[in-house]
């Protein structure tokens, strides 16, 4: 806890003294900055390409502030994770930009942007440690596998003794495993299905409400009627079937 306390704030002042810097100066590093704007909108996705700035004062200002806010929850301790995965973020901009030592024709220049350049590649290093660092606590994923085994285990307390229910029972908890497994690896996807389509379900409930509705209501003493009807007949097996049940248990835990 104590190595965390200090080596956070060490890490990232570099990040909230540089990005402070350039906020109150952007101007030195636009024309830089340029080029990697350009190439960031060429390259990324249109959805994602449209939220970076086209003025690379702008960008410049944008990936300052980034790094000062990210900077200081990672010092503070507040949502640490979050702030190194953001700071990592801004650091392959920043390096891009600054330190294109391939692109310097004298020696000893070059040789100056190569040792910023591994200096910023170090950083980002460090920032990816930083944002996996769960201070010990087990992980999202072992977290999951986990609940997956307990779940598991409280069906196996539940279930009689035997070779046969031990298969069941491994089988079962193999399938928990990777219902968690695909419900952690798809949820994200799901959602955004699940967002995109959203909007048609609901114009959809609102064209076909009233319709089915109406069906409901013409169709409801229909349906009780055959309640009352079939009532004492699905009572009677539901019954037989209880009955059976309970005697098969029995002979098994005997």
């Not at 340029?34 to 996705?45: E, F, G, I, T, Y």
């Not at 891009?96 to 040792?115: K, L, V």
């Not at 609940?147 to 285990?153: I, L, N």
């Amino acid at each position: 806890m104590i190595v965390r306390r200090l080596a956070r704030p060490m890490l990232s002042s570099i990040f909230v003294v540089g990005g402070f810097n350039t906020l109150r100066n952007p101007d030195h590093a636009a024309p830089a900055a340029a080029p990697v704007v350009d190439k960031l909108r060429s390259v990324l996705p249109q959805q994602v390409a449209s939220l970076v700035p086209t003025d690379p004062t702008t960008a410049v200002r944008l990936n300052a502030g980034v790094q000062v806010v990210g900077g200081v929850m990672l010092a503070t301790g507040k949502f640490p994770r979050v702030g190194a995965l953001a700071l990592a973020a801004s650091v392959v901009p920043t390096t891009a930009a600054g330190h294109p030592f391939w692109q310097e024709s004298d020696p000893t220049a070059r040789a100056q942007q190569r040792i910023h350049f591994f200096k910023n590649l170090s950083l980002l290093g460090g920032l990816l440690i930083a944002a996996v660092d769960t201070e010990g606590k087990p992980s999202a994923a072992w977290r999951t596998r986990a609940a997956a085994h307990h779940a598991g285990d409280a069906v196996a307390s539940a279930l009689p003794s035997g070779s046969e229910s031990s298969e069941t029972v491994s089988s079962l908890k193999d399938t928990v495993g990777h219902v968690a497994e695909a419900a952690k690896e798809h949820g994200a996807h799901w959602a955004s299905v699940a967002k995109e389509q959203a909007p048609g379900i609901a114009e959809a409930v609102r064209e076909r409400g009233e319709a089915v509705a109406e069906a409901a209501r013409e169709q409801a003493p229909v349906f009780a009627e055959a309640v009352r009807e079939r009532g004492g007949e699905v009572g009677r097996r539901a019954a037989e079937r209880a009955s059976k049940a309970a005697h098969q248990a029995r002979a098994q835990l005997a």
